[in-house]
């Protein structure tokens, strides 16, 4: 099982990059005693019978990884959420895209922790590709939303180390910005 | 800290771009490279990544490439980073905690010498690219 719902979080936005997605949404949305995580894509989907398939521990796509068996991204985020009293809703069409939908009750004693969003956030924003991601993050008290254009487009890019350390900070600035 | 806005951070930016201006741009092609897929998440490389930016923060390096990459098939190994420099050879680094991704920019990039216990692999030819491309 994942560490933390940030972990799960990083690895749904990247099954979205790898399955061509030009746009990436995922809303963060803390409410007093829920927390409602959604990953939509505009990538290649699944149908309805690889979909099922997907739930399996043991299936992964071929081509992927040669000689590799394994697949654990959907399975790992099944397992903490069947664990910890939340849902989980996946609907995805082929050449439409896959979105994610779950949810945990933040009361249950086994909710994994949340984790660091500013950090995983600057993980996300960084990876390499051509994609469009958008976090939009709400909490009852405020929002904010940032787009990895309009990071790319301020800072020129997002690899070298100079601009990874400002674009962490302009994500961390948004995030305790929301805490206080 | 007062929450940034898209503005606050392209004068940040500006202001950082005059300083690098005036420093040795060594290290320029020199590329580290975290494996960020499931077995790397799930084994820590996003604090990985996080402890590299700090360090390369701490010591004013702002011209190394930091990438990511999927898994580089040494799940057991995990996580993984590979180093790119131009005068050194490229290898990938196992089980590089927070400690050890602070070492590899401290022994690896800065004082050039590589770090004993961590050398896990070579990389492969078929994925590796070449620093600045």
């Given amino acids: 099982m994942h560490a933390t719902v940030c972990d799960i979080i990083a690895d749904l936005v990247q099954n979205s990059v790898e399955a061509g997605a030009s746009l990436v949404e995922l809303i963060v949305q803390t409410e007093p005693d829920k927390m409602n995580i959604t990953v939509a894509d505009n990538g290649k989907g699944m149908d309805e019978a690889t979909l099922a398939k997907s739930m399996d521990p043991f299936y992964s796509e071929a081509g992927k990884h040669d000689h590799r068996r394994v697949g654990l991204g959907l399975p790992l985020l099944m397992q903490t959420v069947e664990a910890s009293g939340g849902k989980a809703d996946i609907r995805s069409e082929p050449g439409k895209g896959t979105t994610v939908e779950f949810n945990f009750d933040t009361r249950n004693i086994d909710m994994p922790p949340f984790g660091d969003l500013s950090d995983t956030a600057l993980v996300l924003m960084a990876s390499r590709g051509e994609h469009e991601l958008i976090l939009r993050r709400t909490t009852p008290a405020d929002a904010y939303t940032v787009r990895r254009s309009e990071l790319i487009a301020t800072l020129g890019d997002l690899e070298t180390s100079g601009n990874l350390i400002l674009a962490r900070q302009y994500m961390r600035s948004q995030e305790q910005n929301l805490i206080q | ?133």
């Fill in chain 2, 1 to 133: 800290m007062a929450k940034l806005t898209l503005d606050d951070l392209r004068k940040l930016r500006e202001e950082k771009q005059k300083l690098l201006e005036k420093r040795d741009p060594s290290n320029k092609d020199a590329q580290i490279i975290v494996g960020m897929g499931t077995c790397g998440i799930a084994a820590g490389a996003k604090d990985t990544f996080n402890a590299i930016i700090d360090e390369l923060d701490a010591r004013g390096i702002t011209h190394v490439l930091v990438r990511q990459t999927g898994c580089m098939g040494s799940c057991h190994s995990e996580p993984t980073v590979e180093v790119v420099t131009p005068d050194m050879p490229s290898v990938i680094y196992g089980k590089v905690d927070s400690g050890t991704g602070k070492r590899i920019v401290d022994e690896h990039i800065v004082n050039k010498h590589m770090i004993d216990n961590h050398i896990c692999d070579k990389p492969s030819m078929d994925i590796v690219s070449e620093p600045g491309k």
